[in-house]
């Protein structure tokens, strides 16, 4: 008597490889030309450009996803006893050695849905800062400061904490230290340093996002610090460096110096 309990695969000839191949590089094709159309409504669409680009990841993921359902079940013709042994052997396969991989599209699913970042955040993971350029099925894309770009595997999530500097908003906080010294006057150094914030062609307040100026004594110098938001995060350098180069200028005319540097004899 025949056992019917084994569950036979489907025979994978020329064609149905050829026919699966197709899909996948029109599913990457499409998910390309997606990109490209919501990048370039991002760029025009002002405080909502960080809106649009978070539908990038759900996109992908659901593309991707279709697409292996359709390759399996509309191509392979596979019953639902062979999709149970088809994830049997990805576990077993997970198991021997696609772990990292099967964590890193894990941990892009839990990023897309759960949005610790998004596409277009500034973001500091383990040593690397810089702003969210892509969420990939397996690593997430940073530039840094210095123009590179960095792929960080998806399943850090996981293992390290993640710092969103602007959690889906356009404008985000920048905070600029100034140093003066002890002797010189710190209520006008304040003035002046609110001055150039507030005048800064880079600075956004509102209610929701005002600044502050605050002054710290410490024993041989004084901390300035200005907190305000920068009206779009691509400009948070620009913004610092104005802000820190007007400030100094007007410090020089008023004769508030910066720290003096004691050298001890022996």
Excluded: H
Aim: glycine share 6%.
């Amino acid at each position: 008597m025949a056992d019917n309990s084994i569950v036979s695969m489907p025979v994978i000839d020329t064609g149905t490889i050829i026919s699966s191949i197709l899909i996948i590089l029109i599913a990457y094709l499409c998910i390309r030309v997606i990109t490209f159309i919501l990048v370039f409504i991002s760029e025009r669409a002002g405080q909502y450009r960080i809106t649009v680009k978070m539908v990038l990841p759900l996109l992908k993921f659901s593309i991707y996803g279709y697409t292996i359902y359709y390759i399996l079940i509309y191509i392979l013709k596979w019953e639902s006893s062979q999709l149970i042994l088809f994830g049997g052997l990805l576990g077993a396969g997970i198991g021997f050695g696609l772990k990292d991989l099967f964590a890193d599209v894990i941990g892009g699913i839990v990023i897309t849905f759960e949005k610790p970042y998004q596409v277009g955040d500034k973001i500091k993971m383990g040593d690397y800062y810089g702003e969210v350029s892509d969420i990939g099925i397996r690593a997430t894309k940073i530039v840094t400061p210095d123009d590179n770009l960095v792929s960080a595997p998806n399943y850090l999530i996981f293992t390290q904490a993640v710092a969103s500097a602007n959690a889906g908003a356009s404008e985000m906080m920048v905070v600029i230290d100034l140093f003066i010294d002890s002797d010189s006057d710190a209520v006008l150094a304040m003035k002046i340093l609110k001055e150039s914030v507030v005048t800064s062609k880079y600075v956004y307040i509102s209610r929701k996002r005002p600044f502050t100026i605050l002054l710290k004594d410490f024993p041989f110098y004084r901390r300035l610090r200005a907190k305000s938001y920068v009206n779009d995060l691509r400009y948070e350098f620009e913004f610092e460096s104005e802000v820190t180069r007007r400030a100094w200028k007007e410090f020089s005319r008023n004769g508030i110096e910066a720290p003096k540097v004691n050298i001890l004899e022996s």
